[in-house]
């Protein structure tokens, strides 16, 4: 090997800048539809076979491309978006570096073919060929990916299987649908039309397109606004707390209409719900941000996902104003999580969404089951009628409950001193290592739902579900599909009873969306029992009696590693006789 310093090939410079751009099927669709968009099209067809591997063609009805510039289209750096710096300062466009085309077709076999609008003659221009030649074709341009990588062997081979490969893909053009409203889009995956959006150009149209792409659940859940000052623009939809996910898959954020993933906006809009979201859970959002191209750079990252705001603290104090002032408009009783049903007096069931119980408990049950008591709040320390605490010298570990603290903290006496457990983490592991133990053995056991509930759900979220129907009924749920856009639960885990059906499933179901396949659920099965744990477990705020106290100390003195919740938290911490003293300045 030489140390002379040399020019390099120019096949070569595309592959390595197709390293940047190209790391998968769905980093083709993102670029060539970019260029659609940045064509002025208003349709958008793409059409894939095995997930984008074997081939991939994107056609529009856009301004198309000249006979001249075919050529130069297929050469780097080479583009019709800018020309000086200016024109990069303010970018207006989705691409403009010229890199996508030439790039991509370093690493496949790509044929071009353009008609520019208004032209008489269509042109065909194959990557191997630099001679265009004459072909019918509407107005408009298509381009053809057939075999990605295949002279990159080793970057083949970090190529997943068709089905991921795809759901990426597809995952790309719905945010991209939600981008444009303006522009109608088309995919079909071997054959089979997998989504189709027509132009949406009022609220209306663009909600029913939302609806289509997220589901209806979160257009029935969301609020819809529009806010400027200062020069920015904002406006969207925002899911109201009680719809929050356990994951953050549903977050879009378009800055002039690029999808983009930034810490600064990120931040800001936590901070907007810091106050009426339980931790852990993360909002739902469709937000569209505008301002002048010249306050935000766009050249900062190669596959353009991220963005530099010049006036960083004004957008980011904009961001959380605006929906700070949004979410503090509703009505309180949808910032809250809702009541428990009310139980039926006569045979003591639940009426929706719970298992089928015959007998009404308002007790805490130890060994398997919390029976969530009413919702009463408490203001302050609550003590049940007092008991006595045995002093027969051989005090359980973690003692004997004497109050409750504002609904959250249970205070205990033991042996050392002053015990405070958090009602909530401690018991979401006690569900947790019980789930766990039952997933082990014979899998979780359900109970019927005395009322099925229905739940609304995007298209990807039904088929993700019945795709993976033998793993939720070995999680102890029973789900069937009941529309295109709906699902039904006929049963649920019996060690959550008294857990809401509709909040699970779509806690389950954004899992699954992060997750995909069956197999990477299976290996990441701690998250998802982590999941359904939180929503077994009594909630802030739920008043206890002194015995219910007790059957919870004695159940995580009984379970492994209950020291912590899983999340992380602490829940329970112990102060000794030793330790109130001195904050006391108490001598012994």
């Known amino acids: 090997m030489t140390h002379r310093i040399h020019a390099l090939p120019s096949q070569l410079i595309n592959q390595i800048a197709a390293g940047e751009v190209v790391e998968r099927p769905a980093s083709v669709i993102k670029e060539l539809v970019e ?6 099209a208003t349709q958008i067809e793409v059409d894939v076979v095995q997930g984008g591997i074997k081939r991939m063609r994107v056609r529009d009805d856009g301004l198309g491309i000249s006979r001249d510039d075919l050529p130069l289209a297929l050469s780097r750096h080479a583009t019709s978006k800018v020309a000086s710096l200016e024109d990069l300062e303010g970018i207006r466009s989705m691409g403009f570096r010229g890199e996508a085309l030439p790039s991509i077709a370093s690493v496949s076999r790509l044929t071009l073919l353009s008609r520019e609008r208004g032209a008489d003659q269509a042109w065909k221009l194959d990557g191997e060929d630099p001679d265009p030649a004459p072909v019918a074709h509407p107005e408009g ?33 719905r945010r991209l649908a939600l ?28 909600e029913a397109r939302i609806a289509d792409l997220l589901g209806q659940g979160f257009i029935d859940n969301s609020l819809r606004f529009e806010q400027e000052a200062a020069g920015l623009r904002l406006s969207g939809w925002i899911g109201l707390p009680t719809f929050s996910r356990s994951q953050a898959d549903m977050q879009y954020f378009f800055v002039n209409g690029r999808m983009v993933r930034d810490k600064l906006v990120s931040h800001a809009i936590r901070q907007a719900y810091q106050d009426v979201l339980y931790h852990g859970r993360h909002p739902a959002f469709v937000l569209y941000l505008e301002l002048a191209p010249q306050l935000v750079d766009v050249n900062v990252h190669p596959t353009k996902h991220e963005v530099r705001f010049r006036e960083g603290r004004l957008v980011h104090d904009y961001l959380f104003h605006s929906l700070h002032q949004v979410l503090a408009d ?18 003591g069931a639940v009426t929706t969404g719970r298992p089928l119980v015959r007998e009404s408990a ?11 008591p009413g919702a009463a709040t408490a203001p302050g320390p609550v003590r049940s009628p007092p008991a006595p605490i045995p ?6 570990a973690l003692g004997y409950a004497l109050a409750q603290l504002h609904g959250v903290y249970i205070l205990a006496q ?3 001193g002053l015990l405070i457990v958090d009602m909530h983490a401690a018991h979401e592991r006690i569900t947790y290592e019980r789930l766990k133990q039952s997933l082990d053995s014979q899998g979780i056991r359900s109970q019927t739902l005395l009322v099925p509930v229905s739940v609304r759900v995007s298209l990807r979220e039904v088929q993700l579900a019945m795709e993976n129907r033998e793993l939720l009924k070995e999680l102890g749920l029973e789900i069937n599909q009941l529309d295109t856009d709906a699902l039904v639960v006929r049963a649920m885990p ?19 969306v992060t997750h995909g396949s069956s197999g990477r659920i299976r290996a990441a099965i701690d998250e998802v029992l982590s999941t359904m744990a939180c929503h077994g477990s009594v909630r802030a705020n739920r008043r206890l009696a002194l015995e219910e106290m007790n059957a919870l100390l004695r159940d995580i003195e009984n379970t492994e590693r209950s020291g912590q919740c899983n999340h992380g938290r602490l829940t329970w911490t112990q102060l000794s006789m030793a330790e109130l003293d001195k904050l006391f300045l108490r001598g012994r």
């Open 494 to 512: 019996a060690l959550l009873e008294g857990a809401d059906a509709e909040i699970l499933v779509r806690d389950l179901l954004s899992d699954l």
């Open 35 to 40: 260029n659609s968009l940045d064509a002025d």
């Open 141 to 173: 341009t298509t381009v053809e990916v057939l075999d990605l990588f295949y002279n990159t062997p080793a970057r083949r081979k970090f190529l997943k299987t068709d089905k991921t490969e795809f759901r990426h893909l597809e995952q790309v053009l």
């Open 179 to 206: 981008a444009r409203f303006d522009v109608a889009f088309k995919l079909q995956h071997n054959g089979k039309l997998v989504f189709s959006a027509s132009q949406a150009n009022d609220v209306r149209e663009r």
């Open 414 to 416: 033991n042996a050392v």
């Open 362 to 372: 308002q007790s805490y049950q130890p060994a398997f089951h919390w029976q969530m």
């Open 330 to 347: 509703v009505r309180p009783g949808d910032l809250v999580v809702p009541p428990e049903p009310s139980r039926q007096a006569s045979t």
């Open 391 to 396: 002093d027969d010298g051989e005090s359980p």
